[in-house]
């Protein structure tokens, strides 16, 4: 078994402990809640997940953190897809795809790799300095939009519409 397995393996029940654990100060960041709600009620959106986590991992805070409805199926790519964010995201938009991509894909996340990851896979990138990366350095590596949160839904929609 390689060491990416036995991580994998190992790492669900201690995000489960961890999670448990947590006091809530991770929680969902502003506006998240309310633009899952707006994407959600939308003619013609569908809504995937990129991320860095494995799928598992990824399941465990969606749950905890009450938005794994919006995420029916888990689609999207995932950690254990690739190392490499491009990757990831790649594998998102192949799954969700059908057989025919969507005229306009959107990128949501927090850090360069997000951003660099959208650009990548001909995607536009809505970068949120919610993270580690404030907004100079998120617009610095080609974000095509930055919000310092999510708390605008209009404006977030917007971005997302095109």
Do not use: W
Request: negative net charge; contains cysteine.
């Amino acid at each position: 078994m390689f060491e990416r397995d036995r991580f994998r393996e190992a790492y669900a029940p201690h995000l489960q402990s961890a999670l448990f654990e947590s006091d809530g100060s991770g929680g969902l960041m502003p506006g998240v809640l309310e633009l899952l709600e707006a994407l959600s009620r939308a003619d013609g959106i569908r809504m995937g997940l990129g991320t860095g986590n494995f799928r598992g991992g990824g399941e465990l805070k969606l749950r905890h953190y009450g938005i794994g409805d919006y995420f029916p199926g888990m689609p999207g790519g995932f950690g254990e897809d690739s190392e490499s964010r491009d990757v990831v995201i790649a594998m998102a938009i192949e799954r969700m795809s059908n057989g025919r991509r969507a005229a306009r894909v959107v990128v949501v996340g927090d850090t360069p790799h997000d951003v660099t990851a959208a650009r990548a896979n001909g995607a536009v990138a809505l970068a949120v300095a919610t993270g580690r990366n404030d907004a100079a350095e998120l617009a610095a590596c080609g974000a095509d939009a930055v919000m310092s949160d999510l708390s605008d839904t209009a404006a977030a929609l917007r971005v997302i519409r095109g």
